[in-house]
């Protein structure tokens, strides 16, 4: 069974560091690229980063580039998403997807079938 469960969310002051895992199973990351998403509360859901199966190629959305990083743990299954210099609209739910290709402007993945059940990171003073 193809599963993806988030983690590492939480209440973080603005300027604050927070680390996101998302666990694959049922499928390698070796052939599926991964995306995040985030949906702010009355937003609709937006695309953040990815990262390719092929040769971990990393994509981000221009309001995070800079700030996060996306990487991949091949023996974990893992994809993380460090998050640095965490700003009030950074809060929402987050995402992981997994697609059939990264968006080249870095707004997450392509042709999604599989999502998680994703997790709160609230930004807060």
């Known amino acids: 069974q193809l599963q993806l469960v988030e983690s590492g969310g939480g209440l973080v002051q603005p300027g604050g560091s927070l680390r996101l895992s998302c666990v694959v199973s049922g499928f390698t990351l070796d052939y599926r690229p991964i995306g995040w998403f985030r949906q702010a509360p009355g937003q609709e859901r937006e695309g953040i980063s990815c990262?390719?199966?092929?040769?971990?190629?990393?994509y981000y959305a221009d309001f995070v580039k800079g700030r996060f990083t996306i990487s991949r743990d091949s023996a974990e299954n893992t994809v993380n998403l460090q998050m640095n210099n965490l700003l009030l609209e950074d809060t929402g739910v987050y995402y992981c997807a997994s697609g059939r290709y990264c968006r080249g402007d870095g707004r997450g993945s392509l042709r999604n079938e599989y999502w998680g059940q994703g997790t709160q990171v609230t930004v807060s003073s």
């Open positions: 990262i390719q199966s092929s040769d971990d190629r990393t």
